[in-house]
T-cell receptor, first 112, second 114 residues
Framework: AQSVTQPDIHITVSEGASLELRCNYS??????LFWYVQSPGQGLQLLLK??????LVQGIKGFEAEFKRSQSSFNLRKPSVHWSDAAEYFC??????????FGAGTTVTVRA | DGGITQSPKYLFRKEGQNVTLSCEQN?????MYWYRQDPGQGLRLIYY???????QKGDIAEGYSVSREKKESFPLTVTSAQKNPTAFYLC?????????????FGPGTRLTVL
């Protein structure tokens, strides 16, 4: 089955430290890949997306993600987290069937 | 301001009652979507519509129904046939419904069935 997997349910990171969230995909073809962020009780906001070309994608709020075909991964990174980055993060994929498939999400807690 | 509105934010219903969740967008987007979110399961697609008067089932359409009579509106009805309707429901829209489109999400409606 085509899917997106986020192996980490919950990550705690200190303010100012770096953050990396993992995303693995399982598709027959290279999917379109997205990272969204959700603040508690709110809707989702797009951080960045990858379709083709340069494998390092820059997004909003200082986030970036790297597409690695050999590892079927699309990990999200931020060099220095802020307390406002505490949220739930979702990786999503799509292979031309107009339906996004979401991972289960990773909750990020930022400690002072 | 352009955006997506969902109302109400919280909704309580008795078991066996149908309930309709509202979703309105003023972004002039062609496509609209309904997702269900449960803890630890991410978002699952219920229905989507790429054009007025047309819609398609998503992965978990059983017990739900939709209509798309106007471009800006995509209401979702949770029927009594839905076995476990308590969840957070998110509506989204995208400009053309194409694979590369960004989806824009509303703030969600939390439905609790008592």
């Amino acid at each position: 089955a085509q899917s997106v997997t986020q192996p980490d349910i919950h990550i705690t990171v200190s303010e100012g430290a770096s953050l990396e969230l993992r995303c693995n995909y399982s598709y027959g073809a290279t999917p379109y890949l997205f990272w969204y962020v959700q603040s508690p009780g709110q809707g989702l906001q797009l951080l960045l997306k990858y379709f083709s070309g340069d494998t390092l994608v820059q997004g909003i709020k200082g986030f970036e993600a790297e597409f690695k075909r050999s590892q079927s991964s699309f990990n999200l990174r931020k060099p220095s987290v802020h307390w406002s980055d505490a949220a739930e993060y979702f990786c999503a994929g799509e292979v031309g069937d107009y339906k996004l498939s979401f991972g289960a999400g990773t909750t990020v807690t930022v400690r002072a | 301001d352009g955006g997506i509105t969902q109302s109400p934010k919280y909704l309580f219903r008795k078991e066996g009652q149908n309930v309709t969740l509202s979703c309105e967008q003023n972004l002039n987007h062609d496509a609209m979507y309904w997702y269900r979110q449960d803890p630890g399961q991410g978002l699952r697609l219920i229905y989507y519509s790429q054009i007025v008067n047309d819609f398609q089932k998503g992965d978990i359409a059983e017990g739900y129904s939709v209509s798309r009579e106007k471009k800006e509106s995509f209401p979702l009805t949770v029927t009594s046939a839905q076995k476990n309707p308590t969840a957070f429901y998110l509506c989204a829209s995208s400009p053309r419904g194409e694979s590369t489109d960004t989806q824009y999400f509303g703030p969600g409606t939390r439905l609790t069935v008592l």
